[in-house]
């Protein structure tokens, strides 16, 4: 089975300072990685997505993400921190099978201070 | 805007009640998926429809159902209902093809209050 592991439940970062979300994969195949963001009182939205092409990902707002396969990891980072960046962050893996449903990581809520 | 519409947006409830929420995927996509997202267990996958067939279940109780209806609208009953299942309910929607990239629109969820 697929799973994801947010290393950080928390990350404080100071306005224009570099972030860096931090996710462990662990899968089987090569699998289809996503971060999604949730704003307070939101949905979720995809920030980004790697299925398999190139390793280092962009996605919206800023925000990019590095495939490592010797590393099983996906950081999410972004060089400079906005106020509107806080959020709760998932890192997600797509099932491999006919399903394709979601396996969310446990979140990393982003606290950015002015 | 995701194109996912979730009803209600929130609802309050007794235990042993039961409820039913609603979801309208975004135009064509023919799969539905349900999520509840609490404080202890994180966002769970319950069930997956596609083109209102079931697809695949994950950790969705006995009284819990779910179907999916000719024009693709989906509901979620929760009968029986427990302080516990006092939740955020997540609708996601997507295209499924041969080569899905498992990207899945959200609505903005059914917040469920369980007193």
């Known amino acids: 089975a697929q799973s994801v592991t947010q290393l950080d439940s928390h990350v404080s970062v100071s306005e224009g300072t570099p972030v860096l979300l931090r996710c462990n994969y662990s899968s089987s195949y090569s699998p289809s990685l996503f971060w999604y963001v949730q704003h307070p009182n939101k949905g979720l939205q995809l920030l980004l997505k790697y299925t398999s092409a190139a390793t280092l990902v962009k996605g919206i707002n800023g925000f990019e993400a590095e495939f490592k396969k010797s590393e099983t990891s996906f950081h999410l980072t972004k060089p400079s921190a906005h106020m509107s960046d806080a959020a709760e962050y998932f890192c997600?893996?797509?099932?491999?099978?006919?399903?394709?449903?979601?396996?969310f990581g446990s979140g990393t809520r982003l606290l950015v201070r002015p | 805007d995701s194109g996912v519409t979730q009803t209600p947006k929130h609802l309050i409830t007794a235990t042993g009640q039961r409820v039913t929420l609603r979801c309208s995927p975004r135009s064509g996509d023919l799969s539905v998926y349900w999520y509840q997202q609490s404080l202890d267990q994180g966002l769970q996958f319950l069930i997956q429809y596609y083109n209102g067939e079931e697809r695949a279940k994950g950790n969705i109780l006995e009284r819990f159902s779910a179907q999916q209806f000719p024009d693709l609208h989906s509901e979620l009953n929760l009968s029986s209902l427990e302080l516990g299942d006092s939740a955020l309910y997540f609708c996601a929607s997507s295209v499924r093809t041969g080569k899905n990239t498992g990207e899945l629109f959200f609505g903005e969820g059914s917040r469920l209050t369980v007193l």
């Open positions: 997600v893996v797509s099932e491999m099978d006919s399903s394709y449903k979601l396996i």
